[in-house]
C-alpha cells in the first residue's frame, strides 16, 4: 500500500517526491552538461512547502460541499501549474502567487453539476484537473476580468472501470482514472487500452480525451481520438452524452466537439473507450543511417513503413544527437527503432518486410535480424524484454521529465516542441524550422543545440518533435525560454506544420492556434462556449477566450 507521505506527488516537479534521481545521479548529470554545454553549472536546492507563502483564499467553498474541498498548502501549491518548463521553472524557484482559492475533488457527477452550479453564480472560474501533466499551461489557475476566485476540480476520485463489454472489446470508464490503474482493472479481462502518452503514470483518461493525447503508439493507433466510442460531459447548461456507437454517419459528431476541448465547454466525467486484446506477440529491431544524410534516409524509411500498411507499433526514428543523449547511439548516426506486436499471429513476416523497406533506404539492419518473443496470454509481464538501442531509449524516454526537473535547478534551458508535416514538405520544413530554432538559440543564450525525432508517422506525413538545450542565466530563464519558444512556434506556423500534434493548446500554443485555424471556425466554436458555458467560468484563455 502506497504511503501517503512518501509516495505523494511532488508539489513542484514531476512524478513522486521519492523519485527521479539520487543526489550522485543529480551529480552526475551536472558533470555531464558542465562538458556538454562548456559552463560550470551549479544546482540549486528543492523548493520546501514549509517556505512556501500562499495567499489566502479569496473564495470559500460552498458549505452544502466543503466535505470535497480543500484549502491544504499541499494541495493548493500542487494544483497551480502544470508540468511545462515555465510551471517547472515558477515551482523550483517557490512562486506560487496564483493557487487555485481551493482544490475540489468531485465523487460523482452531483458534485461536479452542484460545483459548477455554485461557481456560475459565484462568479468563481474552473479548471478541470485531470493528472496535472500538461506540458502547454493547460491547467494553470489564472484570474482575470471580474472573477471572485479560482477553484481546480481534481477528477481523480471518478476512476472507475464501471462496466465491460467483452464481445464488443470495450468498457465504460470513468474520466478520472490513471493510466496504471485503468490498465490494471482491463487485466483480468485480458483487455487492454494500449494509449500509453509519455506522462502515463501521471495522468488520466480524461485529460487524454481533453488533450487529444498521442499514445506511445507511433503508427495506426497514435491519438486517444482513435479509442472513443462515446463520452459522456457535464456542462454548465446541462449533461451532454453522445451515443455510443462503432460508428455514425450522422451529421457532426458531438464527441469531436469535446476532444481537445481543455475544459474549457464541460467537464468529461466518462466515457466508453474501444479496447484491445493484450498483445502475445511481439517484435523490435533497431536500424541505423550513417552518414551526414542519415535522418534524412531514416524518413525515407519511415515513409516506405507508413505506407506499406505494416501498421508498425513503434517507429520512433532518432537524429544523431537524440540518439547519443538517450544512449540509444554514438552520436554519429540516426537510429529507427521499430516494433510489431500482435494478439492473434506471429510477427516474422511483417518484420522481415519491414527490415528490407529500411534496407532499401539504407539502413544498416541489426546483427542476428530481429528480437522476437512470445507470453502467454494473461501473463502479468508488462511486455517483452527490451535491450539494446531500443530498451536505452524506452528508459531515456520515461527518465526524461524526472531529469528536465534536475536540469531546471541547474538554469539549463530544456524545452521541447512538436509538430506534424506533410512527406513532401518535411525535407525543406525540418530544415528551416531546425535554422530558425538554433539562431534563436544563439541569439538568446550564446549556444545551445535542437535535436529531432519522429513521434508518430502516417502514410501522408510524420510528426517531429524537437528538443533544445541550452545554458540559461539564472534569473532569466523564462525571458529565455519565451523568446526561443517564440521562434520556435513562428517557424511552425510560417512553414505549414501544426502548432501542436499531441501536446495540446493551452495558454502557450494559443496565439498560434488562433493563427491556425480558420477565423469562421473560431467563431463557431465561441457560439459553442456561449451556449454551453454562458457564464465563461470554464478554464478561461483556454482554447477560447
Not at 501549491?77 to 518548463?85: C, F, P
Not at 541569439?443 to 543545440?449: E, L, Y
Request: hydrophobic share 35%; glycine share 12%; proline share 6%.
Amino acid at each position: 500500500m502506497a504511503d501517503p507521505q512518501t509516495d505523494r506527488r511532488c508539489f513542484w516537479g514531476w512524478g513522486r517526491e521519492n523519485e527521479g534521481p539520487d543526489a550522485a545521479q543529480q551529480e552526475g548529470i551536472r558533470k555531464t552538461m558542465e562538458q556538454r554545454l562548456g559552463l560550470s553549472l551549479s544546482l540549486a536546492p528543492e523548493p520546501d512547502l514549509a517556505d512556501l507563502a500562499l495567499p489566502e483564499p479569496r473564495v470559500a467553498a460552498p458549505e452544502s460541499l466543503k466535505t470535497r474541498c480543500s484549502t491544504d498548502p499541499f494541495e493548493r501549491a500542487g494544483h497551480s501549474y502544470g508540468k511545462s518548463y515555465r510551471d517547472v521553472v515558477r515551482g523550483a524557484r517557490g512562486d506560487f502567487s496564483s493557487p487555485p482559492d481551493f482544490v475540489a475533488f468531485p465523487e460523482d457527477e452531483g458534485d461536479v453539476t452542484a460545483l459548477l452550479d455554485w461557481a456560475t453564480d459565484a462568479r468563481v472560474i474552473v479548471v478541470p484537473y485531470g493528472g496535472g501533466s500538461s506540458v502547454v499551461g493547460g491547467v494553470e489557475c489564472v484570474l482575470s476580468g471580474d472573477y471572485r476566485g479560482v477553484l481546480s476540480m481534481d477528477l481523480s476520485r471518478l476512476d472507475r472501470v464501471l462496466e465491460i463489454d467483452r464481445s464488443s472489446r470495450a468498457a465504460r470508464i470513468q474520466a478520472g482514472i490513471f493510466g496504471p490503474a485503468l490498465e490494471n482493472a482491463l487485466r483480468p479481462h485480458g483487455l487492454t487500452l494500449r494509449h500509453f502518452p509519455q506522462s502515463f503514470e501521471f495522468s488520466t483518461l480524461g485529460g487524454w480525451i481533453a488533450t487529444r493525447s498521442g499514445g506511445h503508439y507511433a503508427t495506426l493507433y497514435t491519438h486517444i481520438d482513435d479509442f472513443v466510442e462515446g463520452m459522456r460531459v457535464i456542462t454548465p447548461q446541462g449533461p451532454v452524452e453522445s451515443r455510443r456507437l462503432p460508428g455514425s454517419g450522422a451529421g457532426p459528431s458531438p464527441d469531436r466537439l469535446f476532444l481537445g476541448s481543455e475544459g474549457s465547454l464541460g467537464v468529461i466525467t466518462e466515457a466508453w473507450m474501444r479496447l484491445q486484446d493484450r498483445p502475445t506477440h511481439r517484435a523490435s529491431a533497431t536500424v541505423r543511417f550513417s552518414g551526414a544524410d542519415g535522418f534524412v534516409r531514416g524518413a525515407e524509411a519511415v515513409r516506405g513503413l507508413t505506407q506499406s500498411g505494416l501498421a508498425p507499433t513503434n517507429c520512433r526514428l532518432l537524429d544523431s544527437g537524440e540518439a547519443l543523449q538517450s544512449g540509444a547511439g554514438d552520436g554519429k548516426e540516426s537510429v529507427l527503432v521499430l516494433g510489431f506486436e500482435s494478439a492473434d499471429h506471429s510477427l516474422e513476416a511483417w518484420m522481415q518486410r519491414a527490415l528490407e523497406i529500411c534496407a532499401d533506404a539504407g539502413g544498416l539492419l541489426p546483427e542476428g535480424g530481429a528480437q522476437l518473443q512470445q507470453q502467454a496470454q494473461g501473463s502479468a509481464a508488462g511486455g517483452a524484454q527490451r535491450e539494446g538501442a531500443a530498451g536505452a531509449w524506452r528508459n531515456a524516454f520515461l527518465q526524461a521529465p524526472y531529469v528536465r526537473d534536475v536540469l531546471v535547478r541547474m538554469a539549463v534551458i530544456c524545452e521541447t516542441f512538436e509538430t506534424a508535416i506533410t512527406w513532401d514538405r518535411f525535407p525543406e520544413f525540418h530544415r528551416e524550422v531546425t535554422a530558425a530554432v538554433q539562431d534563436a538559440i544563439g541569439r538568446v543564450c550564446g549556444s545551445g543545440t535542437v535535436q529531432c525525432r519522429f513521434t508518430h508517422a502516417y502514410p501522408d506525413g510524420a510528426a517531429p518533435y524537437y528538443s533544445v538545450m541550452a545554458p540559461g542565466r539564472r534569473g532569466s530563464e523564462l525571458e529565455q525560454w519565451a523568446e526561443i519558444k517564440a521562434a520556435a512556434s513562428e517557424a511552425l506556423i510560417a512553414h505549414g506544420g501544426t502548432i501542436t500534434h499531441h501536446h495540446a493548446v493551452g495558454r502557450d500554443h494559443r496565439p498560434w492556434y488562433d493563427a491556425q485555424r480558420p477565423d469562421l471556425f473560431g467563431r463557431a466554436l465561441d457560439a459553442a462556449k456561449r451556449e454551453l458555458d454562458p457564464g465563461h467560468i470554464l478554464n478561461p484563455g483556454v482554447i477560447i477566450d
